[in-house]
């Protein structure tokens, strides 16, 4: 030190302190400032205002490259509006930070289950898996990514250790029924969600789900009883009005069918999530055919032909649209054989 200072003298010694001090309290500005970027971005959350959020957490990021909590966050709103691929670069990017936090792979391998990429998804379930054990969360997601895979067997097992672990996992007992719904054990379907329900009467997706299930059994009056009580609960689901909306303007017992109340409730399910749901429009297709609108029924199924990328779909829309353009709504046959709830996604 006496070397330095015989070197560069007291004055220069004095202009590196000040230079120090100066970059410590910008350091801890940045810091402080980030911190307020991510408490206004998670207000933003908890409002449902997503693309703000986005827009605070990035903030926070640019101050502080290592606000592990940004990251998460900002992940889980591009989650919300679609943008799995973005969320998979942030969740990433939380890991880099922090290796051993055996969330964030839960988090990202349900982006990877948005993508379908079942397998990838499964990775981070079983590294969550391997750093804790006891999630009940990690299982109940790798019941999901075993469900997109078809292979229900091994998604009731893991849906059936997360309810071991957590006995009041009503999410992991409404995926349990929807995986037995898809094995044509409609039964066993109904008792999961309603226990679902017995831990979480607020679950919507155990209601709407148990409304399907009623559905494939021909019960329509219990579905329907089960749609409404649904949307009581969640008037943003837009799973649920389209649910709805499909029997009424399909349903095979002409007694429920209803083509004014279906368009009503696909509008709103179209709306929810801006016209880009083929399904959805498909589903107000077939409302506007019951209602006798088989011109709006033939515009809206090409829009959905034009709007899908899946073959699968556009071959379902393809025969519905040749109903509509010979001036007939199209009608179910009978129950439906398989119970995929299209809320799974979700």
Partial sequence: MLIIVNRLGRSHIAFLALFMLFQLHTVSNSAEYAS??????????????????????????????KHVKSYIFRGDSYGRIGEFDNAIKDYTEAIKLTPKDHAIYTKRGSAWSQKRKYDKALSDYSEAIKLNPKSSDAYNSRGIAYSGK???DKAIKAYTTAISLDIKNSTAYSNRGTAWGNKGNYDKAIANYTLAMLFDWNNAHACNSRGVAYKFKGEYSKAIRDYKKAAQIDPENKWIYDQHAWLLATCVDETYRNGEKAVELAEKSCRLTEWKNARFISTLSAAYAEAGNFEQAVKHEERAINLTELEEDKSKFQTRLTFYQSGKPFHEKTPDQSVKNKNSDD
Wanted: aromatic share 18%; glycine share 6%.
């Fill in 36 to 65: 307020t970027y991510f408490n206004s971005g998670h207000n933003s959350f908890r409002q449902h205002e997503y693309n703000k959020a986005i827009k605070e957490f990035s903030k926070a990021i640019q101050l502080d490259s």
């Fill in 150 to 152: 078809g292979e229900y």
